[in-house]
Structures are given as C-alpha cells and as structure tokens.
C-alpha cells in the first residue's frame, strides 16, 4: 500500500511540473507596460494558447500539491505542527495560483473597456504573493518535515528550507517594485527541478 502511493502521488508530481513548465511555454505573457490596444491585440493572437495554459496551471500545481501531501503522509508527520503548516502553505499557494490564472481568462474580455488592463495590474500584484507567502510557506515547512523522514535525501530538505528563504527574501527584495523584474518571476521556475527530482526519487524508491 505503501509502495503504491509512492508511485502514484511520484507520477502525479512529474505530471504536475510537466504540466506547469507547458503552461510557461505556450502562454509567453503579454509585453511589460503594454498598452490596451496591445493587450487586445496580443489576447486576440494568442487567445487558445493562453485558455490552456490557464488551464494547464491550475491542474499542473493540484497534482504537485498532492505530492505535497503524499511526502507529509509518508513522513508520518500528518499530525504535526510542520506537517499541518504544509497544508496550510499549500492552500496558500493553490489560492494565489488561482487568482493568477482567473485573471489570465480576464484579461480576455473586451468589455468593459479598459478592463484587460485592470486585470493585468491583479497579475502583476498578486505575482508578489508567491515570494512574499506562497513559496515560503509551503517550502520552509516540507523541509522541517523531510528532515525527520528518509522519504527522500537529507539534501532535498536543506534544499527546500533554503528555497523558502530565498523566495522570502525576493519577495522583501523587491516588494516596492510593482511589476517584477522578469528575471525574477522566472527564478521561480527553479522550484519545478526540485518537484520533479523529488518525485522521480519517490517513484524509483517505491521499486
């Protein structure tokens, strides 16, 4: 029983990252400081590639979620403070992703005017939330979590509890700058390594 969930919850959280770094690929974003014209325009030219990366980005971080939660249940540290604020952190996280990607559809409308560009600020705003809480609090926990379990290496917990940190620190760093730096938002991405190694480990040990 043990050994299935291993394998189910790995395989869910490779197709989870999968998912998410699809998602970046088809849906490149529309230009910093763009005009309502231009949103219009670039909604219009990548209108389905935008619709299924919403899409992609909402299912691809439920499956790493529930990778999360699988490392916490096989840790035994369901009933534990660090395990609980796993939950906590991972409900966090679900939240600002879907607030994201809800205003991605937004941007989409035409009516009423202006209203594209009022959902872009949303993305823009709530992109801090994922430095400043999201990572952090989902990150920092599963870390305290794996360093008591031999779920998966010691090194993936420092790793971990150092990512939470760091995103921290970002989300400080540059909270007074409305719109990130894009090189920034993309050293988000360096999280999916470490859900995408994690999981193959999990599913070769479920062996």
């Known amino acids: 029983m043990r050994n299935n969930i291993k394998k189910f919850s790995g395989i869910c959280g490779i197709i989870g990252v999968i998912m998410l770094v699809v998602s970046f690929n088809i849906n490149p974003g529309p230009p910093e400081g763009a005009s309502y014209e231009q949103l219009i325009a670039f ?119 150092g990512m939470g940190i760091f995103f921290g620190i970002l989300g400080i760093v540059f909270l007074f700058h409305l719109i990130l730096p894009i090189w920034v938002t993309a050293i988000a991405g360096v999280q999916a390594f470490w859900w995408l190694a994690s999981s193959i480990i999990v599913v070769v040990r479920s062996k």
Do not use: C
């Open 43 to 161: 909604g219009h030219q990548y209108y389905a590639s935008i619709l299924w990366g919403a899409w992609l980005q909402t299912i691809g971080p439920f499956l790493i979620i529930l990778f999360a939660f699988s490392l916490v249940f096989l840790s035994g540290a369901g009933q534990t403070l660090s395990g609980w604020m796993v939950f906590f952190g991972a409900g966090v996280l679900m939240t600002i992703s879907l607030i994201e990607i809800t205003f991605y559809v937004a941007v989409l409308f035409k009516d009423p005017p202006q209203g594209s560009l009022f959902g872009l600020n949303i993305i823009y705003a709530v992109q801090h939330l994922y430095f400043i809480i999201g990572a952090p609090a989902v990150f920092i926990p599963l870390g305290i979590v794996l360093r008591n379990s031999n779920v998966l290496p010691k090194l993936f917990s420092w790793l971990a509890i």
